[in-house]
């Protein structure tokens, strides 16, 4: 495999990353080309779809690689097992992700063509080995099962930033902390409500608790 690109965005560390793709809309990301793949003919037909396919490689650190047939899904708990084939884990014999995401535009830099996403899973950094369309008529399956993902498809939390805090952060940094922190980047078997826990995102520590399913931002720091 070669990585023709890659991502450029504000999350830094694994913790907080949205689980799924498309969730936190409000974090926009870049997609960097490598010097050999920045040929705007490449792209040329690409802007009239609204959403991709990004095919990536998971981050070294990501314990991707190591084989296990079974794993524990952090939405079940970390006690169920499952199948590692029918889960996302980043544990799998190949370190490939898969995620769709809107296509907001195709910019023309001087570090060649720049493709602009919303919904991204990604951390800073990562590396991109593929780009394709998505096909509304064959990619969508409105009645497909879930398995047991479906069970917390609706799972997110009250999100409470005191204006207090948002002192020299821009709208658009404030939208996107409160989408990633509304879909609890906690592990699930975490239940304390004393806690205190940090999400860094745009350069800034964002430390929070969370009691029940209010989630209050307590602190925001550089960091």
């Not at 899973?121 to 064959?138: C, E, Q, V």
């Not at 799972?155 to 658009?172: A, C, N, Q, Y």
Request: net charge negative; with cysteine; glycine share 8%.
């Amino acid at each position: 495999m070669t990585r023709i690109a890659h991502i450029e965005n504000d999350m830094s560390d694994k913790f907080g990353i949205p689980r799924q793709s498309g969730l936190a809309e409000e974090v926009i990301s870049t997609i960097v080309f490598e010097p050999h793949y920045r040929n705007p003919d490449a792209l040329k037909g690409l802007e009239e779809y609204s959403h991709i396919w990004l095919i990536w490689s998971f981050d070294p650190d990501s314990g991707s690689g190591d084989w296990s047939p079974m794993v524990r899904p952090p939405r079940l708990g970390g006690n169920t097992r499952m199948g590692v084939f029918a889960t996302r884990s980043p544990n799998r014999p190949n370190p490939i992700g898969l995620s769709c995401v809107r296509l907001i535009e195709i910019e023309n830099s001087d570090r060649g063509p720049l493709i602009h996403v919303a919904g991204a899973d990604l951390r800073n950094g990562t590396s991109i080995l593929d780009i394709k369309p998505y096909l509304a008529y064959t990619d969508s399956h409105p009645d497909a099962k879930s398995g047991f993902a479906a069970a917390h498809i609706q799972d997110s939390l009250d999100v409470v930033f005191p204006d207090s805090l948002k002192t020299g952060l821009s709208e658009d940094i404030i939208k996107a902390a409160s989408a990633l922190l509304k879909y609890d980047p906690r592990p699930s078997y975490h239940d304390d409500p004393d806690r205190i826990y940090g999400m860094k995102y745009a350069g800034y520590d964002f430390r929070f608790r969370v009691n029940g399913s209010l989630l209050t931002v307590i602190e925001v720091e550089p960091g």
